[in-house]
């Protein structure tokens, strides 16, 4: 008999308090920037990996991963 698999990757505490920082600022700027939660998202993962807040026409990679967790993760806790 096969096991299904756990498609979700346990946290470690320091990745689950940087995954609770990052959500923390993404809620914060997204409710004054007029609730756009995924542009928010975006801009903190940057910072994040980056060290600096991204520029206008910023094309520089970010974690996708991350970008899409801290979402998820966002989404979850947005009062709508």
């Not at 409710?31 to 994040?48: D, P």
């Not at 970008?67 to 806790?77: D, G, H, W």
Request: glycine residues 4%.
């Amino acid at each position: 008999m096969m096991m299904p698999v756990n498609r979700e990757l346990e946290l470690t505490e320091h990745e689950s308090a940087v995954l609770d920082a990052l959500v923390t600022k993404a809620l914060e700027l997204s409710s004054s920037a007029g609730g756009e939660l995924e542009r928010s998202c975006w801009m903190v993962v940057h910072e994040h990996v980056h060290g600096v807040k991204p520029t206008e026409y910023d094309i520089r990679e970010i974690d996708e991963q991350l970008y899409l967790k801290v979402l998820e993760t966002s989404r979850s806790k947005s009062v709508c």
